[in-house]
């Protein structure tokens, strides 16, 4: 099981990103997709969550900027960052996550993370 999530990098304010999440290892299309991130200092703090079946949700501070999807053929998951403000400098990391109904164990896999820093 693995997931491998790439595309941070350096960025003025303003600017776009666009992070990468592949899957490996389990049935990606059978789990819901979320976009965390971890401030130096902070705890770490879901910002963008999209389940199996497309629906999406944003936190406050990234709605309307931020934009999750996922592409199910390719396992892998995207977060599409627009309007990058130095605040959304973090690490950030996605995961899989689904409830077995049959052992009632809740699955939730996570990637390594992937830097992102945007200077003003």
């Known amino acids: 099981v693995q997931l491998q999530a790439s595309g941070g990098g350096l960025v003025q304010a303003g600017g776009s990103l666009r992070l990468s999440c592949v899957a490996s290892?389990?049935?990606?299309?059978?789990?819901?997709v979320g976009w965390s991130r971890q401030a130096p200092g902070k705890e770490r703090e879901l910002v963008a969550q999209?389940?199996?079946?497309?629906?999406?949700t944003y936190d406050n501070d990234v709605k309307g900027r931020f934009t999750i999807s996922r592409d199910d053929t390719k396992n892998t998951a995207y977060l599409q960052m627009n309007g990058l403000k130095p605040e959304d400098t973090a690490v950030y990391y996605c995961n899989a996550r689904r409830l077995d109904l049959v052992s009632i164990t809740d699955i939730n896999y996570w990637g390594q993370g992937t830097k992102v820093t945007v200077s003003s």
């Open positions: 290892g389990f049935s990606f299309g059978d789990y819901a």
């Open positions: 999209i389940t199996n079946g497309g629906s999406t």
